[in-house]
């Protein structure tokens, strides 16, 4: 994936998580707990766009925060 890209969804992702008002750690448990296994240095690395993020954790996370497909894309 083109790395702007990745910046820019990890922007979203991090946007809707504050919004909510989960902490990193929190919303990593709670991808655990959904069947993710990614850990909060996972999380933080998505956010930035130095990790890149799959189809299941994208789609939990959407689930989890709430949103839709779009809000991130």
Do not use: W
């Not at 910046?7 to 992702?13: A, H, V």
Request: aromatic share 8%; glycine share 4%.
């Amino acid at each position: 994936m083109n790395p702007e890209y990745e910046k820019e969804i990890g922007k979203k992702i991090r946007f809707y998580r504050e919004k909510r008002k989960m902490t990193q750690e929190l919303l990593s448990t709670k991808l655990q707990l959904e069947g993710c296994d990614i850990t909060r240095s996972a999380l933080a690395k998505i956010e930035v766009g130095q990790r890149h993020i799959y189809i299941d954790e994208f789609k939990t996370l959407v689930k989890l925060l709430d949103i839709e497909y779009e809000d991130i894309l």
